[in-house]
């Protein structure tokens, strides 16, 4: 079955930019989106088909998607952003979500 | 306003059933696919299963084949999810999730979600 591996956790400062990436097996191949949930709360779609940002979902979100590896990008990252977050793609008649990658923003 | 609330949670022994609905509204409700996504407590996203927006279509994790069953009733906007041959493994909270622009993943709304517990 097709997987897809996240970090467990990244850290970084107010007003940089975090990195969160997202592997798996020719995964540049597909369409990948992420999601962001915090806790007692529902996920939110934050970046969908690789890098188009769902209505209402600010600019400093931004995602790329080539050979084995998605990637999301939050510049100037503020404490709002502090959540857990998962990648998805399809794959042959699944989805599959990433493990999630808890971002914390010290 | 697109809502999604589901219901028909609750404590369960293992080997048994119990069955979701997710009432929809704020949306053409059979034009879109939808899906149903768990997490059990302290983990990961884990999606369960997904149908078309005719319902023709259907598709699940191994995790769940032949134990659960999904289905729409697209005159009532309502989701369900059948779960037979309950294990404790299955205790997650269960959300329903629309697809964006009728894709079985992208999930654009989802809703807040019903806890199902399995244990004796």
């Known amino acids: 079955s097709y997987e897809l591996t996240q970090p467990p956790s990244v850290s970084v400062s107010p007003g940089q930019t975090a990195t969160i990436t997202c592997s798996g097996d020719k995964l540049g191949d597909k369409f990948a989106c992420w999601y962001q949930q915090k806790p007692g709360q529902s996920p939110v779609l934050v970046i969908l088909?690789?890098?188009k940002r769902p209505s209402g979902i600010p600019e400093r979100f931004s995602g790329s998607n080539s050979g084995n590896t998605a990637t999301l990008t939050i510049s100037g990252t503020q404490a709002m952003d502090e959540a857990d977050y998962y990648c998805q793609a399809w794959d042959i008649s699944t989805t599959v979500f990433g493990g999630g990658t808890k971002l914390t923003v010290l | 306003e697109v809502q999604l609330l589901e219901s028909g949670g609750g404590l369960v022994q293992p080997g048994g059933s119990l069955r979701l609905s997710c009432a929809a509204s704020g949306f053409t409700f059979r034009s879109y696919a939808m899906s149903w996504v768990r997490q059990a407590p302290g983990k990961g996203l884990e999606w369960v299963s997904a149908?078309?927006?005719?319902?023709?279509?259907?598709y699940y994790a191994d995790s769940v084949k032949g134990r659960f069953t999904i289905s729409r009733d697209n005159s009532k906007n309502t989701l369900y999810l059948e779960m037979n041959t309950l294990r404790a493994e299955d205790t997650a909270v269960y959300h329903c999730?629309?697809?964006?622009?009728?894709?079985?993943?992208?999930?654009?709304?989802w809703g807040q979600g019903t806890l199902v517990t399995v244990s004796s």
């Open positions: 088909e690789d890098n």
């Open positions: 999730a629309k697809g964006h622009n009728g894709s079985y993943y992208n999930f654009d709304y």
């Open positions: 149908i078309s927006g005719s319902g023709g279509n259907t």
